[in-house]
């Protein structure tokens, strides 16, 4: 990271749920929401150098507008070392609704940025109006077992099909029919939820969207 002097000695990663209020939040609103609650909760961020100095706090991957999530991560940097665990109940004290930090732990501070590990993402998506669930599992067939799925986003074409690694047809467990879907989470390479339902002839508002998972690439070993 660009001027990352010795002005931080430890560096955690939240792990946290988005959900209630915050699922209408932006991404640079987000991380702004999550600066003010760590600022009231005391937590001794460590702070950019230079004119326009802010928190040194890297996000994971945005999490488009009326989603939630179980599994959001983010990284910040510290002045002062703390235990994970007794940092996670300080911020949580301060922490603006909607915004759940389950987990904190510590990672190594020359680890790579957070962006650039992510891999794949899990949504569990949920279907509000009623579903011929033998159709729809003909369509998700048809779906995988296409060799390409040329889309157009931001009036550009692009191939959806590689950046969808698997599509589910979960159990029902009542009314409402419920999907899994692991997209490609890489820079340039980004699978959308929304695509793939419009791909399945469904209006993505029609939908609630969940991530449930994060998958970040492996570190590189070390020597």
């Known amino acids: ?58 996000m994971a991957a945005a999490l488009p507008l009326g989603y939630t999530s ?16 007794t940092a996670r109940q300080q911020m949580m004290v301060r922490m603006a609704p909607g915004i759940d930090v389950w987990q904190v732990a510590e990672v190594g501070l020359k680890e790579p940025a957070l962006q650039t590990r992510t891999a794949d993402s899990t949504y569990e998506v949920t279907l509000l109006d009623p579903v011929d669930r033998d159709h729809l599992q003909a369509k998700i067939a048809d779906l995988l077992a296409a060799e390409s799925l040329l889309r157009e986003r931001r009036d550009k074409p692009y191939d959806l099909r590689p950046l969808l690694l698997d599509l589910t047809l979960l159990p029902p467990t009542g009314e409402l029919t419920q999907l899994s879907m692991r997209l490609m989470l890489r820079e340039g390479m980004t699978g959308r939820p929304d695509e793939v339902l419009d791909a399945l002839a469904f209006d993505p508002l029609a939908a609630r969207v969940h991530r449930t998972a994060i998958s970040l690439s492996p570190l590189p070993e070390e020597g």
């Open 1 to 58: 990271m660009d001027g990352m002097q010795a002005n931080y000695v430890q560096r955690l990663r939240l792990t946290f749920k988005k959900e209630g209020p915050t699922r209408f939040i932006g991404h640079l609103d987000l991380a702004r929401t999550m600066e003010r609650s760590l600022n009231r909760a005391r937590i001794p961020m460590s702070y950019s150098q230079g004119f326009n100095q802010r928190p040194r706090m890297q």
């Open 70 to 85: 179980a599994c959001e991560l983010a990284d910040i940097w510290l002045k002062e070392a703390m235990e994970p665990e």
